[in-house]
C-alpha cells in the first residue's frame, strides 16, 4: 500500500476505495485455512491464550484474522504492539496471515506496523478453497446507516472513539458473554439479521464467513458461518479443510 492506513476513512470505503475491494486468493482443497476474529486483545498479555493462538497457528497453511484483532475499547494500538502479543506476529507472519479490519480496529487507529503479523490487508476476502468459494468479511459493514454515519464521525475524529467507546465496549461485552451464559437468543438474533443483510452468494458452494456478533453458527441452508469470538473465556474460530467448512473450539 503506497499511503498509511490511517489516512483511509469510511466515507472513501463505501465509494469504492481500494481496501474495500475482495482480495481475491486461490488455494487446494488441502491446505488447511484457520479464520478467526474477535479477539479483542489489548496490552495485557495472558500466556494461556498466547498457547491456543500459538497451536492453532501452528497446524494451519494460511491464517485470517477477520475483524477486531486488537480492541481500542481496552487500549491503544501502540500499546498492543509493544505487549508481549508481539510474540504471535512472527508466527502469523510466516503463515501469510490475512488481516481483515473490524470495527474496534479500524485502520485510522492502526498503521503500518500491521504488516508485521499480515501480508495484505483490507475490509474484504475471497478464497478459493478446492471447491468452496468463501466470502470473508468482519460483518459491521452490513450496518444500517444510523451505524455507518457513527463509524464515520469516528473516522473523522478519533479523539471522540477513544472517549466514548470505553464505556460502551465494555457493557457491550458484558451483555454478550451473559447472553452466551444464559442461552439468551440475543447473539443468535444477531446472526439472523446479519443473514438477511449479507451480500448474496451465487452458488452452492460459496459461503460468507464473518464475526462481529461474537455468536459461532454454521447455517448450510443459508451458507452462512460465524467463528464466534475468542475472548471472555472463549476460543472458537473456523477451520477450512478438505472442502469441509467446521466451526471449532478450544
Given at each position: 500500500m503506497s499511503h498509511a492506513l490511517h489516512t483511509i476513512r469510511y466515507e472513501d470505503l463505501f465509494a469504492g476505495h481500494e481496501l474495500s475491494k475482495p482480495f481475491k486468493l486461490v488455494l487446494p482443497q488441502n491446505k488447511r485455512i484457520i479464520v478467526l476474529s474477535?479477539?479483542?486483545?489489548?496490552?495485557r498479555f495472558d500466556e494461556?491464550?498466547?498457547?491456543?493462538?500459538?497451536?492453532?497457528?501452528?497446524k494451519a497453511d494460511c491464517i485470517v484474522i477477520n475483524g477486531d484483532f486488537w480492541a481500542d475499547s481496552a487500549g491503544s494500538f501502540d500499546a498492543f504492539m509493544k505487549s508481549e502479543w508481539k510474540k504471535l506476529f512472527p508466527l502469523l507472519k510466516a503463515k501469510n496471515t490475512y488481516y481483515v479490519f473490524g470495527n474496534h480496529d479500524m485502520p485510522i487507529l492502526s498503521d503500518e506496523r500491521i504488516q508485521q503479523f499480515s501480508t495484505?490487508?483490507?475490509?474484504?476476502?475471497?478464497?478459493?478453497?478446492g471447491n468452496i468459494l468463501l466470502h470473508i468479511e468482519h460483518g459491521h459493514l452490513l450496518s444500517g446507516n444510523?451505524?455507518?454515519?457513527i463509524l464515520t464521525m469516528y473516522q473523522k475524529h478519533p479523539k471522540l472513539l477513544k472517549y466514548s467507546t470505553l464505556p460502551f465496549g465494555?457493557?457491550?461485552?458484558?451483555?454478550r458473554y451473559f447472553a452466551a451464559k444464559t442461552n439468551s437468543g440475543v447473539l443468535k438474533k444477531l446472526n439472523t439479521e446479519f443473514k438477511v443483510r449479507r451480500h448474496?452468494?451465487?452458488?452452492?458452494?460459496?459461503?460468507?464467513?464473518?464475526?462481529?456478533?461474537?455468536?459461532?453458527e454454521f447455517?448450510?441452508?443459508?451458507?452462512?458461518?460465524?467463528s464466534g469470538l475468542t475472548h471472555n473465556g472463549h476460543f472458537d474460530y473456523i477451520e477450512v479443510y478438505e472442502n469441509k467448512i467446521v466451526i471449532k473450539s478450544l
Open positions: 474477535d479477539c479483542h486483545l489489548n496490552s494461556a491464550v498466547f498457547k491456543k493462538f500459538k497451536k492453532i497457528i501452528q495484505w490487508a483490507g475490509f474484504r476476502l475471497k478464497i478459493k478453497a444510523f451505524v455507518r454515519k465494555i457493557g457491550e461485552d458484558v451483555v448474496a452468494v451465487s452458488n452452492k458452494n460459496e459461503y460468507f464467513l464473518m464475526g462481529h456478533t461474537h455468536a459461532p447455517d448450510s441452508e443459508a451458507r452462512y458461518v460465524n
